[in-house]
């Protein structure tokens, strides 16, 4: 009845007694205008008993509080979504006809599947719907392949989705790897591999390692994991070049492993953004030459790290760091050691202040500083931003050291002179901390078995922006104190050690050929260093090396002096390969952030500068490098990958199929859609009682009624 499976009426008192309270006031209706003084004619009396009788029941309504429940059920039908790929590895000739053949499967699953809720899609770089019409249409022209949009995309929530069909040759090459992610949705994942799944011939310049710290005129070395098959005791090439420009070119055996290491060596002459590539010369039946070659970026810095190491007297903290920094040839040391007021052992430090990059402050300042020395330091902090690290004695003086505190990780607001014997209790979520990495197989449990280091009574409060990376414990007994800290606030670094004699991790961990300590100190230098360096404009490309054909993305953020967002800053970017020149306005999407795209066609080495612009004033700039197309990663690897598309259907409950047996698979998503048909029952309740235009209404009708009484002269 009226599309409700069932209609239910329930009240709070007996059923019973509100229709035997109905007939009562019905009959009370009629016996009250039976006979009536004077009177009236039966027409009247007929509605005035009406009248009566209704509002009476509408009191019992309120009285009863009935509540009317309807129930309406929804058959959801199932949805079988299709991915197809889009992308310009399907027009890969390797004598599969990947192209037609992916046609021919479509065609045949909205032909011969029996369900109406097929939904076709393209994936590639993103993924878009595909109308039925429109399958010829289909051009492979997606720059990358991204799997793990397809389930970036899925809203099982708010779906019946019975079943999702992937369509491709299961390569990757952009995005992760979605196995993780396709198990979470709980639907089956059935695959349909397109292409020739045996092991052509080739070469292929499989990695690059390089050092994330590059110095100009420093040596540092590139090393190469070249693999191949079908070409063992071979003679390639293999060329290294800067910028394009051939540095050095070596000749390699191929090994019968079909695993080769290649060394070179790299003395970059200037800082900057350098553009860096490995080439192997081809050779005969290669099945595709896209991945004899490799291009990476490296930043180059100008020069060696100069670490002023102060500290308040000699200490074996001094020493054990200076000792760490020191296996490091990219860092340039020096020290003052402060004996009297204002003297050091090693003379003079005005020059010294001045030149240097990172400042470590072991135990300073103290009572013997003079206000001289500790003004230079806090206006290089204050003017330069140069960052440091900080450990704590008992000899610090607190009243000096406030000066210092704007630029430390904490304020102190007292030392005593008593220690306690403390050990790092690193905490949860620092396990890529890079402060704390080391060679051990769990950094993290090695860090928590330290020895114990002495701590003096203090009492700190951690400013907001900083980060705890380790608290204390005393004897294995967590404790709230903080005892590793790091501040990053723009461009303004700072790390804090509350304890001394902290060279006694040293002293544990060389037994056990640990580096852990070494690693903290030049961890320490590094993060200090070589940091996102903070600009009020920033912008970038989304990636570094594009495909031939991919959109370039940019994205960028604006703030202001007081690291305020910027949202109504017009941004705008200007790409030049020396010849071409483009130009974009990013859009502001809030927050101080701005994105937008642009496509370039030709292939090459791009530069790009940028800038912000506020009331029609430069705000900011911003520049750097890009490459687009010299490798298609599209091409790079052209055997269609049976292995991850069979474990991504396994894992979630699915099948793969070849081409060929698309029957079996149509027979499959039948079988599914049948199963999971769902039926959902939906009631509404409705309260009767409940609204206040009920008794509104009740006392309408009363004084209807009793208006009509008196124009007529009842009593």
Do not use: C
Request: aromatic residues 10%; proline residues 4%.
């Amino acid at each position: 009845m009226f599309d409700f499976e069932k209609i239910n009426l329930s009240f709070s008192y007996s059923a019973v007694l509100f229709v035997l309270g109905i007939i009562i006031a019905l009959l009370y209706a009629y016996y009250v205008y039976r006979f009536t003084l004077p009177p009236v004619s039966t027409a009247k009396r007929i509605f005035l008993a009406s009248l009566r009788g209704i509002a009476l029941i509408l009191l019992l309504f309120i009285f009863f509080e009935p509540i009317l429940s309807l129930t309406k059920k929804e058959v959801s039908e199932p949805a079988n979504l299709i991915f197809i790929d889009n992308t310009k590895s399907i027009l890969i000739e390797d004598g599969t006809e990947r192209e037609k053949t992916i046609n021919e499967i479509v065609n045949e699953l909205l032909n011969k599947s029996t369900s109406s809720n097929l939904e076709l899609y393209t994936f590639g770089s993103r993924v878009e719907k595909l109308e039925r019409d429109s399958i010829s249409k289909l051009n492979f022209s997606h720059s990358s392949t991204n799997f793990s949009e397809i389930f970036n995309e899925i809203d099982l929530g708010k779906r019946n989705i019975s079943s999702i069909t992937i369509i491709s040759d299961g390569v990757i090459t952009d995005g992760s790897n979605p196995i993780y992610t396709a198990q979470q949705k709980a639907t089956p994942v059935f695959t349909v591999g397109i292409g020739d799944s045996s092991r052509k011939n080739y070469i292929k310049i499989r990695s690059v390692l390089y050092n994330d710290l590059i110095y100009a005129e420093t040596p540092t070395a590139v090393m190469s994991t070249i693999t191949n098959r079908g070409y063992a005791g071979q003679n390639i090439m293999v060329s290294f070049y800067e910028n394009d420009i051939l540095l050095e070119q070596k000749n390699m055996i191929l090994d019968e492993s079909g695993t080769n290491n290649i060394y070179f060596d790299y003395t970059p002459k200037t800082s900057g953004e350098k553009k860096l590539s490995l080439t192997v010369s081809e050779l005969k039946d290669e099945f595709t030459y896209a991945n004899n070659k490799k291009i990476f970026f490296v930043n180059v810095l100008s020069n060696k790290i100069k670490v002023l190491i102060i500290s308040g007297s000699p200490s074996a903290d001094l020493t054990f760091v200076k000792n760490s920094l020191s296996t490091d040839n990219n860092i340039s040391i020096s020290t003052l050691t402060q004996i009297r007021n204002n003297q050091f052992i090693e003379g003079g430090y005005t020059k010294k202040i001045d030149s240097a990059d990172i400042f470590f402050l072991i135990g300073f300042p103290t009572k013997e500083t003079s206000f001289e020395v500790l003004n230079l330091i806090i206006k290089k902090i204050s003017d330069k931003n140069t960052p440091f690290f900080f450990s704590l004695t008992t000899d610090i003086d607190v009243t000096k050291l406030s000066d210092l505190q704007q630029h430390l990780p904490f304020t102190i607001s007292q030392i005593d002179n008593i220690y306690q014997q403390v050990q790092p209790e690193i905490q949860i979520g620092e396990n890529n901390n890079p402060l704390i990495q080391n060679n051990a197989g769990n950094p993290i449990a090695a860090w928590n078995n330290l020895p114990p280091i002495l701590q003096p009574r203090i009492i700190i409060n951690t400013k907001p922006e900083s980060k705890i990376v380790s608290r204390i414990k005393v004897d294995n007994v967590p404790r709230p104190n903080p005892l590793i800290l790091t501040r990053s606030l723009g461009n303004k670094r700072s790390i804090a050690v509350l304890a001394n004699n902290f060279w006694r991790w040293k002293l544990q961990t060389a037994t056990r050929n640990s580096d852990l300590f070494d690693s903290f100190i030049l961890n320490s230098v590094r993060w200090l260093n070589v940091s996102d360096e903070f600009r009020k404009v920033r912008i970038q490309p989304t990636k570094k090396i594009f495909a031939s054909g991919e959109e370039i993305e940019f994205s960028a953020r604006v703030y202001d002096d007081a690291l305020n967002p910027v949202s109504n800053a017009n941004v705008s970017v200007n790409v030049t390969n020396g010849e071409d020149r483009f130009e974009i306005n990013l859009n502001s999407v809030g927050s101080g952030l701005y994105e937008g795209a642009i496509q370039i066609r030709n292939p090459g080495d791009y530069s790009f500068t940028a800038d912000a612009r506020l009331n029609g004033n430069v705000f900011g700039k911003d520049g750097g490098r890009f490459n687009i197309g010299e490798v298609d990663i599209e091409m790079l690897d052209p055997r269609m990958d049976f292995e991850f598309l069979n474990l991504l259907a396994m894992e979630t409950g699915g099948e793969y199929f070849n081409p060929e047996e698309t029957n079996t698979l149509i027979d499959e998503l039948n079988k599914i859609s049948a199963r999971a048909v769902k039926e959902k029952f939906l009631t509404s309740e409705i309260n009767l009682w409940s609204s206040e235009w009920l008794l509104i209404l009740v006392i309408l009708i009363f004084a209807m009624e009793w208006f009509i009484r008196k124009r007529s002269g009842m009593l």
